[in-house]
């Protein structure tokens, strides 16, 4: 089984910054993507989870358009661990973020934390 317990959300101040991390733990030989996606209040259901960015094991990145210059995404692969570094927040970042990681072909998702953006 694998596990992915993330951490780092909280409350922010426009224009403030937070630090999500999440660590994969479990069998997890062969993990591979690994990223944040976000669920926004009152989209309930699991498709309504909007991609916010990805690494792949090689440390390729790729970013929602929404969060390009302002998110950093990281991993150590040592570790199992991926980060998301978030600057310049907004309001509309508000949302439940979720930690996403591919083990050898099977999507796993953390339960996710509150990120509130808010004066």
């Known amino acids: 089984q694998v596990r992915l317990v993330e951490s780092g959300g909280g409350l922010v101040q426009p224009g403030g910054s937070l630090r999500l991390s999440c660590a994969a733990s479990?069998?997890?030989?062969?993990?591979?993507?690994m990223g944040w996606y976000r669920q926004a209040a009152g989209k309930e259901r699991a498709f309504e989870r909007a991609?916010?960015?990805?690494?792949?094991?090689?440390?390729?990145?790729s970013y929602a358009d929404s969060v390009k210059g302002r998110f950093t995404i990281s991993r150590d692969n040592a570790e199992n661990t991926v980060s998301l570094k978030m600057n310049t927040l907004k309001p509309e970042d508000t949302a439940l973020y979720y930690c996403?990681?591919?083990?050898?072909?099977?999507?796993?998702w953390g339960q996710g934390t509150q990120v509130t953006v808010s004066s």
């Open positions: 996403y990681a591919v083990v050898r072909g099977i999507s796993y």
């Open positions: 479990g069998s997890i030989f062969g993990i591979g993507i």
């Open positions: 991609l916010v960015a990805t690494i792949t094991s090689a440390g390729s990145t």
